[in-house]
């Protein structure tokens, strides 16, 4: 079998395509429902019209509403650690590393508000009956994330930029300053983009609130 044969093996069939984008729309319609109603008060017949679908169709790509909902989590979680990944293995020091990963980071939530508004609302998750792969899975990217970040720490203080600690506390500490100010952006209904936000962010990180006496 040669190269070529074997492409045309991979490529995607119009049926696999079209369950692709019929899944991606049930997603959609129940971002948009679980972010309105919480995860116990959202109906499967609801995020079903929302996506024109019927509801017998959501049950031939998730076996459950939990199946949803945690799919949903894990597939948006996936997008925010390669964006992370994408941004930290970047050109230059890491200092710059770290503050185009804020930049991304922010960006996501932008263009991803509904989904924060379900991801930040953490009763949310752990009152819900996701299935153990959904929680191993996102245990998984979240081990990922962090890994990425301290290895640009590690980078950091190898070149002098940073000072000496354990780079997973210095990696918790960076997600612990991104994260707290999408949470506090959330509570507060911020106006304007939250990127305009991203490079304060990154200096109350890299520099802190000190001034250049103290």
Known sequence: ???HSIALKAKPTFRQKARDEGRKVILKAAESVFCEHGYHEASLTEIAGLSGFAVGTLYLHF???ADLYGSLLVEKMKTMVANFEEAL????PASKRLRLAVHSQFQFHDANQTFFEIFLHQ???QSSPLHRSHWQEMEKLKIM????IEKSIVLGQKAGEFRSGSPRLFAVAFLGVTLQMIRQWI???GSGRL???????ADCFLHGAATSRL
Do not use: I, P
């Open 89 to 92: 293995s970047s050109e230059g």
């Open 195 to 201: 990127t305009d936000s991203a490079d304060f962010a």
């Open 187 to 189: 509570r507060e209904k």
């Open 1 to 3: 079998m040669n190269s």
């Open 63 to 65: 076996e459950d509403k």
């Open 145 to 148: 994330l962090l890994t990425a």
């Open 123 to 125: 009763h949310q998750v």
